[in-house]
């Protein structure tokens, strides 16, 4: 096993902690060992207990009681039961609730009563808002403030107002999806009867009943139901992800008594099982009931999420609900997601705070230097109160933080949040990402994560039902060396055009199989190539589908979703699969119905990787009909096979094509093989231990010297506009790791369909990657002893670069590398003697050594993962799902984005920066995780490289913007303060303050934050190079920060000093001076108003007419409103609030003011016209290259996907049948009685050949 030390020294006396020498990761298990308890990684007990343990063991047990493992106790039909005492659990000081979950789902956060106040506690959470909290209480100061309370009160009202209507509105669409689920309804046992019960008031406990198509609401136990044996299918797409059915069975006692209404009422069963926890596929409990215990497995629990299909009704007694239930325990936590330019964005808003803190304490102390050298001499400047010019400085730092607190722009949290909203409509109102086969828009569920999509770095995608459409199809297949599946005529010759089939000869066709190949058609029909008619009738028999008739329809249940395609293609061509019995199958072959005996079935599991059937023909012959992988078929063929090579090179050919392959043969069987095997297989179906192994055993003796009959070639379908959407983001720069639950070779053939991996590419697997971790790691840990830096050996590249690289890992090699693989204990000694503190400090220094190898081993495998320009981890759980993103983000600070359908995706989904949702075939659970949710994976490359890079550029022009406009405005009281005494008397009128931020500057940026966009949406998807400039964050950061921090420190200094400086000593046209400070305050905030919004017109790349109207409507606005507040009539209603009457119409009547507002304007704008063409002309960026070429781009036709190499029959790589994940359904069909068949052409060429063999062998 590798990491692990050599000699190192275990010195527990209690237990020694090694990793499992003889266990190497399988390829084909999903390691679910989220929570295993320490007695499941136990080793088991030696056969002969050593005699000193087992003293030692009884001395122990003798002490103290063993703890048990199955702690949860569940009476059926007695919820006061589960209220008594020793189930309470303490929740708050000496409040009690019951351990035992309801089943109401609740994922609001408020309701009528708590709504306001919660709400405004998250809200003052934020700095900004108790910032101007604080303000609006020193207002009310006298002594500090020279502004009105009212120019802090209304914009914070605004805020705090529109903020709770946009969590309102949030929390009540949380609240309608808790009550849609909350409020299904199901039978409950009450009062001795079925009746109908909402899910939210079901208890653990309660006996229920299920109807068919219905959602199980609970974990319960299945105790019977309308099938034989009280079997129950059931569709677990919700839980992971697979849409074919399994089955589950109750106990034979519960399916015998437990029928009937009244039984179901007086069931009074005790179970005690494991508690709650996250492990799908496994449970552990006992039945105690009428004085007898049954063992519970996994196999008799219905798991909340599954669907009940094929099922009329069935019955249960809730073990798990609510949060209790292992889909629940699997969503994972519910994590609070802030963008990188809202973490940014804070650190700019404290800059700005000690920023304002220095410019106040600065400004502070120069009032008191001012007031000891001029104040205190100058009568005419006293105020009647005996301050201290240390006192009076003091004072004056508090009003100072009020007159410069619009430097803190308190509408900055709003505006952002408005913007987000509106983009978010966008989203929701894109046709382009309209799916109208399943009625599915876009939907942006959350507003708050918008611009990040502009910035993402690794997606991390589920692949059934994500990339795929989760449905078969079947496309080519090779028969006797003949390769059918090309658009050929009735004659065999190719044809230019497709024309489908016509099937409606064959009455069973279901009329849904799109093939072009009419040549196929007419050897099936005409009979002439009997190999053609036994392939399709090998695939008709061989499999253990369920068939289920209604309404004269045939409805396939499959165990895997190939299997059932390749059924449904034989009903097609003429074999149709019509019922089954326990030992019988009924087929229909060319309209001729015929039902066969069927004598064995010999199922797939991972191991064989194939499966066969033993059945006897009328004429008394025996014969094994067998299909499976190519590799494990090849092994097994007799050795003299004529189509052998043709069908290798047919196999190579449709492994080329991303098509999923699987060979058919066969092999007569005389009596007498057949009855000695048959004794072998009785016997190893009855034996008490490894029945498993010894029935494989028993398969391996009759599955050899195979007859090869040809090859099928399925089509997983992708979903449309895949590999287009995966190239165009490998274009942007953006890496894809696919993480399923599916197979290997499954899902790296989904990777070689959707171009993810090419033949070009280099695949490394978790074998290969182990050795190269191990050397890192000790090459690490011997610098590290050594005292040696050994940080540049660290960095240095695990792959020679220029090779294209992608790694396939499974889940168990997944866990060996990263060290999560659970530890066995090796029980030496149970009594734990005490240890001395050099033992303690020796586990101390080794626990810290072994958590610092798995930090440092960790990091390396990422490092290495993200070398490789596709990753694939198959064969994970929901954990490591969330784990691989987990690790992504925290050594990569990589933003992240998981897109899945299932419930088995919602950690990964909960767990990254971005989660998206797929409405698809695995019901809702995931989109009710996700921040955004549509119908199809190619809408992706429209979410991020349009609506994301849109999102992203307009918030960082937006914020750029936003900080300079604050700047440029509130830094003119800093220049005034140099000409009054730093005496915090303000440069503008207060209603101007007040309304600077809500009405005369705010439209037009909010304007250009919903509606700029640097390119069209077609050149955005056509140059996905455009989408790199978010991920490097070159749009918005701190170098931009202070860019905007100068300008407005340079807008704010002109639109001070030219006024002043025009107003020095002037006389205007009337003879009077109209060099007053409220002539001063009208011309700076009217030159302020003008500068600030023709900056934002020179920022807008896409003119509108609402863009042109904001413009000039807030200066507009600004004119109509300054004139109207300073008009005598608002001054007779509120003469202490509007002290400025007449000022604007008398200053603005003087044309040398207007001249100086123009001067003023055209000073700030001249310098940043002249920078935008330079830099324009000589350095250039790609958008502003692209919108140069715009109408040349348009005239040319659209960008086409890249085109894939096609290299016949080279590829090493095999393309495998997708088995299901478990076992089919041939432990539900029992072994029959034999039939026979006539024997095909292909044995007498077999015989041929061993004949001519023999002559050859006697003449010579």
Not at 268 to 290: A, H, M, Q, S
Request: hydrophobic letters at 40%.
């Amino acid at each position: 096993m590798c990491l692990q030390t050599a000699g190192r020294m275990h010195s527990d006396r209690d237990s020694e902690t090694t990793f499992d020498e003889d266990s190497q990761p399988n390829d084909e298990v999903m390691p679910y060992s989220d929570d295993e308890t320490e007695d499941e990684l136990e080793s088991p007990l030696p056969a002969v207990e050593p005699e000193q343990n087992r003293i030692n063991r009884e001395a122990e047990e003798s002490r103290e009681p063993v703890k048990k493992d199955c702690s949860w106790q569940v009476k059926a039909n007695d919820r006061n039961f589960h209220e008594q005492p020793q189930f309470k659990k303490t929740t708050f000081l000496c409040f009690k609730k019951s351990k035992y979950a309801g089943n109401a789902i609740k994922t609001y956060k408020y309701n009528a009563i708590t709504f306001l106040p919660l709400n405004l506690l998250e809200q003052f959470k934020r700095v900004a808002n108790f910032y101007f909290l604080v303000l609006l209480i020193l207002q009310t100061i006298p002594q500090i403030t020279t502004l009105s309370w009212y120019t802090t009160l209304v914009p914070l009202l605004l805020v705090l107002g529109i903020t709770a209507i946009k969590d309102l509105v949030d929390d009540i669409a949380r609240h309608r999806m808790d009550n849609e689920i909350n409020n299904r309804t199901c039978d409950v046992i009450r009062d001795g009867r079925f009746k109908t019960a909402k899910w939210k008031d079901i208890q653990v406990g309660d006996v229920i009943r299920l109807e068919k198509n219905a959602f199980v609401p609970a974990d319960i136990l299945l105790l019977s139901s309308s099938e034989p044996n009280s079997l129950c299918y059931v569709e677990t797409a919700e839980l992971d992800g697979e849409t074919n059915l399994k089955f589950k069975m109750s106990l034979e006692v519960t399916d015998r008594y437990l029928q009937e209404e009244n039984a179901m009422a007086e069931f009074d069963g005790f179970i005690e099982c494991e508690e709650p926890n996250n492990r799908l596929d496994k449970f552990t409990g006992t039945l105690f009931w009428r004085s007898r215990t049954y063992p519970l497995d996994a196999d008799k629990i219905l798991l909340r999420g599954c669907k009940i299909r094929n099922t009329d009704f069935c019955h249960g007694v809730v073990i798990f609900a609510g949060g209790d239930t292992k889909i629940m325990k699997n969503s994972g936590k519910t994590r609070f997601k802030r963008t990188k330019i809202d973490s940014l964005m804070n650190y700019m808003v404290y800059t700005i705070f000690v920023v304002l803190i220095l410019l106040s304490a600065g400004l502070a102390i120069g009032h008191t230097y001012w007031e000891q050298q001029i104040g205190n001499t100058s009568w005419y400047l006293y105020d009647g109160e005996d301050y201290s010019p240390p006192y009076r400085g003091f004072l004056n730092f508090w009003g100072y933080i009020i007159v410069l607190n619009t430097m803190v722009p308190i509408s900055l949290y709003v505006s952002v949040e408005v913007i987000r909203l509106g983009q978010s409509y966008f989203i929701n109102w894109d046709l382009q990402m309209y799916y109208p086969e399943k009625d599915t828009p876009a939907k942006a569920r959350t507003t708050t994560l918008n611009e990040q999509l502009g910035q993402i770095h690794y997606i991390f995608s589920d692949k059934t039902g994500t990339l795929t459409q989760n449905i078969m199809a079947f496309k080519k297949c090779c028969i006797n060396g003949q390769t059918y599946g090309e658009s050929r005529d009735e004659s065999g010759q190719h044809q230019n055009h497709e024309e489908q089939v016509d099937f409606s000869w064959n009455m069973y066709a279901d009329g849904k199989l799109a093939f072009c190949d009419h040549y196929l058609i007419e050897q099936i029909r005409c009979g002439k190539e009997t190999e053609v008619r036994q392939f399709f009738f090998l695939l008709a028999i061989c499999h253990t589908v369920m068939v289920d008739a209604s309404d004269g329809q045939l409805n396939y249940q499959a165990a895997s979703p190939d299997e059932g395609a390749l059924v449904t293609a034989a009903r097609n061509f003429g074999f149709a699969f019509l019922s089954r019995t326990q030992n019988t199958i009924t087929i229909s072959e060319m309209g001729i119905e015929r039902t066969y005996d069927v004598l064995a079935i010999l199922d797939f599991n991972s191991d064989r990787k194939r499966m066969s059937v033993i059945v006897r023909e009328p004429d008394g012959n025996i014969k094994l009909y067998c299909k499976g992988a190519d590799t494990v078929i090849y092994e097994r063929l007799h050795p003299m096979n004529p189509q052998r090579q043709i069908t290798q090179e047919a196999l190579d050919i449709f492994a080329n094509e991303t098509l999923r392959t699987l060979c058919l043969c066969y092999k007569d069987i005389s009596h007498g093989e057949y009855e000695a095997w048959n004794k072998k297989f009785m016997e190893a179906s009855v034996a008490a231990s490894n029945r498993d192994e010894a029935l494989d055993n028993v398969y391996e003796e009759i599955e050899k010297n195979l007859i090869l009959l040809g090859a099928t070639a399925i089509e997983d379908k992708l979903q449309d506009g895949v590999p287009e959407t995966i190239s165009k983001l490998a274009k942007a720069d953006i890496k894809i790791w696919v993480l399923t639950g599916d197979k290997k070779e499954t899902a790296e053939n989904i990777g070689f369909s959707c171009e993810l991996l090419t033949d070009e590419t280099t695949i490394c697997y978790g074998e290969d990657i182990s050795a190269l971790l191990q050397t890192r790691l000790e090459n690490q840990n011997n610098k590290a002893e050594s005292n040696i830096n050994s940080s540049q050996r660290t960095n240095e590249p695990f792959f020679q670069s220029g090779r294209n690289r992608a790694l396939i890992i499974t889940g168990s090699w997944l866990n060996e590398i990263l060290l999560e693989k659970k530890k066995k204990k090796k029980k030496l000694l149970k009594l734990k003697f005490p240890k001395t503190a050099e033992e303690k400090e020796k586990q101390i220094q080794s626990k810290r050594r072994a958590d610092a190898n798995k930090e440092q081993q960790q990091r390396n495998f990422v490092d290495l993962a993200c070398e490789c320009s596709a990753v694939i981890c198959c064969r994970v759980t929901p954990k490591q799902k969330a784990m691989v993103v987990e690790l992504v983000k925290k050594y990569k600070k990589a933003i992240t984005l998981a897109i899945g359908d299932g419930a088995n995706d919602v950690n990964m989904i909960k767990t990254a920066h971005i989660g998206v949702g797929i409405s698809g075939q695995e019901g809702m659970q995931a989109v009710m995780s996700s921040d955004y949710s549509f119908g199809q994976f190619r809408y992706l490359q429209r979410l991020l490289l349009v609506h994301g890079r849109w999102s992203y550029i307009r918030m960082c022009k937006f914020l750029r913007y936003f900080f300079y406009k604050n700047f440029a405005f509130t830094l003119v009281h800093f220049w005034y303060s140099f000409f009054n005494g730093y005496s915090a008397q303000t440069a503008y009128e207060d209603w101007f303050i007040t309304l600077y931020n809500v009405l005369y500057s705010s439209l037009p940026v909010l304007l250009v934050g919903l509606l700029d966009q640097d390119v069209s949406d077609k050149l955005s998807l056509r140059f996905p190079g455009l989408y790199i400039s978010g991920q490097q964050d070159l749009l918005f950061n701190y170098k931009k920060f202070f860019v905007s921090l100068i300008h407005g420190i340079i807008t704010s200094l002109i639109i001070f000093f030219i006024p002043y400086g025009a107003y020095l000593q002037t006389m205007g046209q009337d003879g009077e001076a109209p060099s007053d400070y409220q002539s001063f305050a009208v011309t700076a905030a009217s030159s302020l108003i003008v500068a600030v919004n023709f900056q934002m017109g020179l920022d807008t790349s896409y003119w509108t007419f609402v863009n042109a109207f904001s413009i000039f409507g807030s200066i507009a606005l600004y004119f109509g409103i300054m004139f109207d507040l300073h008009s005598a009539g608002i001054h007779v209603l509120f003469p202490s609030s509007f002290q400025f009457t007449g000022t604007a119409p008398n200053a603005l009547r003087q044309p040398y003011l207007w001249l100086t507002i123009l001067l003023s304007v055209a000073i700030c704008l001249l310098p940043v016209v002249a920078l935008r063409f330079l830099s324009m002309t000589i350095w250039p960026s790609e958008s502003d290259k692209i919108q140069k070429n715009r109408k040349k781009y348009k005239a040319e036709e659209q960008w086409k996907r890249r085109q894939s190499t096609f290299r016949r029959g080279i590829s090493s790589r095999r393309s495998a049948y997708a088995f299901s994940h478990q076992r089919g359904y041939a432990d539900l069909i029992a072994s029959g009685r034999n039939i026979r068949k006539k024997r095909a052409p292909l044995d007498a060429v077999l015989r041929h050949k061993v004949a001519e063999g023999r002559q050859v062998g006697e003449t010579s």
